[in-house]
């Protein structure tokens, strides 16, 4: 039997922001783990294999310099795009393989510094940038804004990193009119936002009226109620509240649904309407959480009862509802008749639902080692986990532009 290419490496993500507060796609680590080479031709196959033409983007960020220069080789003519490190060219081995790379038509991204940009023989062979912003930078971005007597530095149609202020992100992507940035700064953006209510996407709870008007399943509306972490919230504290006089505890959304109605759910949805938030600064945090969510339900070990995924979705979307809610999250939680497991996960990281969502947070990040020690602890196989990283990211929504 032939060992796939996925446990021979360690994989983690950082999803990319445009103007609009989409996703514009997925950069996607790679890391070569143990002795063990990796194949970067079955690599390049097994994403081909499990992405569509609905998939995001694709940006691979290959962390040695071995498995760069494999891509390099490997990677044939509508391959994802690939990141080639600034330093790593400096070796004549990455240089002439980014060369021929770039004669076989691949997509190259350049990734540095903002303050030392390339030269016009090195630019040629790329199609875009991931470009470092430092705190000088930022700086300059923003004095520039301010004072409106010099232009902004920033180049349009590129990526930026490092941008960790709201001021910073929109001189980015509203001003600067960049491809993308990569992570979005949720502190900074909560923080600014911390003196309002944070409330359901307004769009989320239109997008549940519809779906009643159309009268879709409960399987589809539970699907979009869990897409907004403060609307499920919201949606668990009424239907365990004195207004709806239920008997018992509403421990689920597919419970909470069934017992309320279409018609009711509908009278309710259309009164927060009103009240919901258009914010477009906060859709990112929110969809970055539902990407847990569902990261963590499908680590979840295979053969899982569709209530148990239920709860380990929970588990993952309401993980961060403190820094939505500004309150303590196991107060939070322990007002709703919510499964002790979904607890114990989310506030005491113990219990059957602690791995997936461990991990899952572990993902979200630059650190194979942090990923590595997770699955050595809990004994979850590294192939297993990566398949199911690629299989969620390669799900995801994103809007192209028209003829795309």
């Not at 330093?87 to 790379?101: C, H």
Request: hydrophobic residues 45%; negative net charge.
């Amino acid at each position: 039997m032939v060992q796939s290419v996925l446990g021979s490496l360690v994989l983690g993500y950082r999803p990319l922001w445009n103007a609009a507060r989409k996703l514009a796609g997925v950069q996607l680590y790679v890391y070569g783990h143990g002795a063990q080479m990796v194949d970067a031709a079955h690599l390049l196959r097994t994403i081909q294999e499990l992405w569509s033409a609905a998939s995001p983007p694709l940006l691979l960020s290959p962390r040695s310099q071995k498995l760069l220069i494999d891509l390099l080789q490997h990677a044939p003519r509508g391959a994802p795009w690939i990141e080639v490190p600034a330093n790593a060219l400096a070796l004549p081995a990455v240089r002439d393989a980014a060369e021929k790379a770039h004669g076989r038509g691949l997509r190259l991204v350049w990734r540095g510094p903002f303050n030392h940009l390339p030269g016009a023989d090195t630019a040629r062979l790329f199609d875009n940038s991931l470009l470092q912003l430092s705190g000088k930078d930022a700086m300059q971005t923003l004095v520039a804004a301010a004072t409106a007597e010099q232009p902004s530095p920033l180049i349009a149609g590129q990526m930026y990193d490092n941008v960790a202020s709201r001021a910073l992100l929109s001189q980015c992507l509203d001003q600067g009119r960049a491809l993308a940035v990569a992570g979005w700064p949720m502190e900074d953006v909560l923080h600014s936002l911390r003196h309002q209510p944070l409330a359901p996407a307004h769009e989320v709870v239109q997008k549940l009226l519809k779906a009643i008007d159309d009268d879709q399943s409960i399987d589809r509306l539970e699907q979009i109620l869990g897409q907004d972490p403060l609307l499920a919230h919201r949606f668990l504290v009424y239907t365990n509240s004195a207004a709806l006089g239920l008997r018992t505890g509403v421990d689920s959304l597919r419970r909470g649904l069934v017992m309320m109605g279409y018609g009711s759910l509908s009278r309710w949805l259309s009164d927060q309407l009103p009240h919901c938030a258009t914010e477009p600064d906060l859709r990112p945090i929110r969809s970055a959480m539902v990407l847990r969510a569902r990261l963590t339900e499908q680590l979840l070990q295979a053969g899982a009862g569709t209530e148990l995924r239920g709860e380990v979705y929970l588990a993952g979307l309401f993980s961060q509802l403190d820094e939505l809610l500004h309150e303590n999250l196991g107060a939070i939680l322990h007002r709703l008749p919510l499964s002790e497991r979904i607890y114990n996960a989310a506030v005491l990281r113990t219990g059957a639902y602690a791995p997936s969502l461990e991990l899952a947070c572990a993902l979200e990040g630059d650190s194979a080692g942090a990923i590595v020690q997770l699955c050595e602890a809990h004994e979850l196989e590294l192939e297993s986990v990566n398949r199911s990283l690629l299989r969620v990211l390669s799900e995801l929504a994103v809007e192209r532009p028209a003829g795309h």
